[in-house]
């Protein structure tokens, strides 16, 4: 073998150790993404069940998300604390809704790919829930919105009223002679 040469590199019998532990990292950073996609998924399910605000123990959705997020939290490494976790993890499977795009994906660019997302179609904040309330609750309100509104004219014409009472009783009392 010429000094030009150069010996080509044996293949190695196994790997080394860190490189092994690498790929081992690496399945199990997958695992976790799939993982995270089953967690979102369960999630959004609890949230999206109508038992779930019914139950007097979670009480309205503020609460009920305040809850989830504490599941969500345990997801995430690193939060902005102006944040939902249980928001952001919704709107991460909303935008990567399969498993497998979570398995492959890394999930810190997802995070990040979804809050730009966010921030140039809706408003900056993920509190902006919109309500969720049962058809009973609904009709109740407004039926209770209706008798308001009646009452409301009812105190109007009443109002009305004693206004032109007052108006004829102080005519009529501007119209007595003054008793000296």
Known sequence: MSAKEKPEPKPEATPSPYKTRLIGVDELLRNANANAHRVATELV???DDPEFLADPTVGNEEK???LLDDYARRLFVILPEERSPFLDLRAML?????SSEWKAGNLSKMYD???VGQERHDSP?????KPRV??????AIVER??????QCEQLRKENAALRRQIGELQ?????EPVAA
């Open 94 to 98: 909303a935008m990567y809704p399969k």
């Open 134 to 139: 049962k058809r009973e609750e609904y009709d």
């Open 45 to 47: 399910a609890v949230y």
């Open 125 to 129: 904040s993920t509190r902006n829930v």
């Open 64 to 66: 009920a998300i305040a």
């Open 171 to 175: 005519a009529e009392f501007a119209m």
């Open 113 to 115: 790919a979804m809050v």
């Open 145 to 150: 919105l209706q008798r308001t509104e009646k």
